[in-house]
């Protein structure tokens, strides 16, 4: 047996658990949901393909999941290009890395920052830029082991592009992972190749999430469509976000989008990946009916009226 496949198994599906009827954005922690008897959920987000929307999906998933009142750890396993820190406008507060507690320089308590905005939000860089990487799939496992035993119900792990060690290392403690792809056959092939290599390491709990779609090109034909896409790689669906330019805007302001007052459709579609993720289908108990006919229509022009 590898070192992670005693992680997987369709055992470890967890995507039913209800931990709490807590769902109300909650900003104090003692309106968290109880972290006693839970079982933490480690997510790895991945893709194969360089640039297809990791790094902005961990941000925008974690940072929803947290406004669920649930306690969350995002992990950037980049290597060398750390950016998680830049998206959650936290890059200044990284003083230290997962290998500066490999190397005994820090405690993980010291390595792991708090979001300023929502304190059951923390994150963990694994290494700075220029840093020497030379961190295991054995450390990834201990690391992830603390952080687990802090009590978050879920450690969500953004994984470097690639397939190569720091992919590796990445997938190693996670018994989950969503799979990002675009709607280009490039991206499709990375995505399904990762899919093999997840399966490979006794990773079966897989959910998919299609990027930077757009509704405009797949009425013409020009780009295939979520459900194309899905049923080409066979993997579940999570979510479909469209192409939208205040991706790039959130990211150079440090606020993920699901943060906006005003919900856009990438942001809209981001809470809704991340309902489906703690298992709640149903969505928008708050959304008003402008914003959820926004939506349907959405949903609809995605993945069909059926
Ligand atoms: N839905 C979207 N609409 C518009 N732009 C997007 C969307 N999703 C991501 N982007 C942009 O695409 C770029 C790459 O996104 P991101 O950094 O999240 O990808 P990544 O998969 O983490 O990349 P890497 O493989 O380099 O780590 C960023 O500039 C981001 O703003
Ligand atoms: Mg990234």
């Known amino acids: ?8 198994g369709p055992e470890n599906d967890l995507s039913n658990q ?13 309106n968290l ?14 893709s194969g393909k360089g640039g297809v929307g990791k790094t902005t999906t961990t941000a925008n998933l974690g940072m929803s999941i947290a406004r669920l009142g649930y306690r969350v750890a995002l ?18 507060r990284v003083l230290y890395t997962a290998m500066d507690i490999v190397e005994g320089q820090c405690r993980l308590d010291q390595a792991l920052i708090r979001d300023k905005r929502w304190k059951n939000l923390a994150l963990l860089a694994i290494s700075k830029n220029r840093q020497k990487y030379n961190v295991t799939r054995k450390n990834m496992q201990n690391l992830i082991d603390s952080v687990k035993e802090l009590g978050f119900h879920f450690i969500l792990i953004d994984c ?47 959910k998919l999430l299609v990027n930077r779609v757009r509704p405009d090109m ?42 906006n ?21 149903d969505y928008f108990i708050d959304l008003t009916s402008p914003q959820k006919g926004m939506f349907q229509k ?6 069909g009226e059926d």
Do not use: C, W
């Not at 047996?1 to 997987?8: C, Q």
């Not at 980049?78 to 200044?92: A, P, V």
């Not at 999570?238 to 606020?255: C, F, H, Q, Y």
């Not at 007052?261 to 289908?281: H, M, P, V, Y």
């Open 1 to 8: 047996m590898t070192e992670t496949t005693k992680f997987g």
């Open 18 to 30: 209800k931990p709490g009827e807590t769902t109300a954005f909650l900003s104090s922690s003692s």
């Open 33 to 46: 949901v109880s972290s006693e008897k839970h079982t933490e959920r480690v997510i790895v987000i991945t």
């Open 75 to 92: 992990i950037d396993a980049d290597i060398g290009l750390r950016n998680l820190d830049l998206l959650l406008g936290l890059e200044n």
């Open 160 to 206: 470097p592009a690639g397939i190569d060690v720091g992919f590796i290392n990445a997938i190693a403690p996670a018994q989950e992972a969503v799979i990002v792809t675009t709607p280009e056959i490039t991206a499709i092939r990375d995505a399904d190749r990762v899919a093999g290599l997840l399966e490979a390491n006794g990773i079966y709990n897989v």
């Open 218 to 259: 797949i009425q013409k034909n020009d780009m295939m469509s979520v459900r194309d896409v899905q049923e080409m790689l066979g993997i579940p669906l999570l979510g479909a976000i469209p192409e939208d330019t205040n991706v790039i805007v959130s990211t150079n302001r440090g606020e993920p989008l699901v943060l």
């Open 261 to 281: 007052k005003k919900l856009t459709l990438s942001g809209i579609a981001f809470e809704n990946a991340a309902r489906r993720l703690i298992g709640k289908q």
């Open 298 to 303: 959405l949903q609809e022009f995605f993945l």
